[in-house]
């Protein structure tokens, strides 16, 4: 009774408890990049720190959730000095607000390979509950295991998140957008699970 008992235990480990796999961020072919109006061009920049728990379930994506995570003082738009100043705060206020977070709570497919993530985003200390439109790339057996892409591509307005400062043109409107438009381009790498553990060997 006792092997059988150790046999039985030993299969309901190795049993998966959840659909869901566990994947991680490539943050070697990921971006997090963003672009605003600044007088009549427009200004890119990216956040170079951010990571993100994804957990997909292929069969039913709904059951699907992600966080994702930006160190807020990872900001860079290529000049030192704007650099400084979205830091400071009249914009980002990073050592007060040091991440940005996303944290999705439904998805809803909307095509083949579209999704609306539905979640809590939380920056410079405001959160708002946001829908975010996906786009899945699809995955990718490679040697060094499975790959999956996403990429969203949405609208935020800056003044919802009290990040206000702004200066006035003399010709008329201003120098900054209240709209600042943000791409997130993500390669991620299938985290495999654990190896099963062997089965004891049987009692005399």
């Known amino acids: 009774m006792k092997f059988i008992r150790n046999i039985l ?8 408890v959840l659909a869901q796999e566990a994947w ?18 427009n200004v890119i920049g990216q956040f170079r720190d951010f990571d993100a728990t994804i957990n997909l379930d292929r069969a039913n994506p709904a059951k699907s959730n992600v966080e994702f ?25 990073v050592e007060k607000f040091p991440t940005i977070t996303f944290k999705s709570n439904a998805i809803t497919a909307k095509g083949k390979d579209t999704f609306a993530v539905t979640g809590d985003l939380t920056m410079h ?8 439109p996906v786009t899945f790339g699809g995955f990718v057996k490679t040697k ?5 892409g996403f990429e969203v591509e949405t609208v935020l307005n800056r003044k919802d998140y009290e990040i206000t400062w702004n200066r006035a043109i003399d ?7 209240d709209d600042v438009k943000v791409t997130i381009n ?19």
């Open 125 to 132: 200390g405001v959160t708002k509950r946001v829908t975010l």
């Open 186 to 204: 993500l390669e991620l790498n299938k985290q495999e699970p654990p190896a099963a553990p062997a089965a004891p060997a049987p009692t005399k």
């Open 9 to 16: 235990l030993a299969s309901l480990v190795a049993l998966p």
């Open 171 to 177: 010709e008329g409107g201003f120098m900054l957008s």
């Open 69 to 93: 995570t930006i160190q807020s003082a990872s900001i860079d738009t290529g000049n030192e000095g704007r650099d400084k100043h979205l830091k400071s705060p009249d914009f980002f206020e």
């Open 144 to 148: 060094r295991g499975e790959k999956a």
């Open 24 to 41: 991680t961020v490539d943050k070697g072919h990921s971006s997090a990049t963003f672009k605003i109006r600044h007088f009549a061009a």
